[in-house]
């Protein structure tokens, strides 16, 4: 049994992220605030490419398959995220992203997010770092 309080456990989560990896306490302490954890089984559809983006998701556990247009681009795991350009480009969702097993994730919803980026603007910066790392490495296939 975990004996740390749910705040410590998530404090831990973030600290293991690499998008929050340089940040100090007191920050991923205001992060974890704003983050809420959520559990979701395998098979649970996580997002649908062209519905509207609400929310941004840090992978905790599990695999999260995304696809476009019926076909899969990649597989992201612990420390991944996505979610992002929706809500940074606020326009639909640019996959579809779902549970290849069953997932721990942080999700923030859309208004966490922007005062997450407007706070902290070395996870903006990283972020788009790694919008454009997607596009590039996948001939515009960025994620979500």
Do not use: N, W
Request: proline residues 3%; glycine residues 8%.
């Amino acid at each position: 049994m975990d004996d740390r309080s749910p705040l410590d456990r998530k404090l831990q989560v973030l600290r293991e992220v690499p998008l929050f990896s340089d940040l100090d306490d007191r920050s991923l302490e205001a992060i974890s605030v704003l983050a809420r954890e959520v559990e979701l089984p395998a098979d649970q559809i996580l997002m649908l490419e062209g519905e509207p983006g609400d929310a941004f998701y840090v992978i905790v556990d599990g695999t999260v398959r995304i696809e476009r247009g019926g076909r899969t681009i990649r597989s992201m795991m612990a420390g991944g995220f996505l979610g992002e350009i929706a809500l940074l480009d606020h326009r639909a969702r640019t996959a579809t992203a779902i549970c290849v097993t069953d997932c721990r994730l942080l999700a923030l919803q859309h208004h966490e997010f922007d005062r997450l980026v407007d706070t902290f603007p070395a996870v903006h910066r990283r972020v788009r770092a790694a919008i454009a790392r997607r596009a590039a490495g996948t001939g515009g296939d960025s994620v979500v």
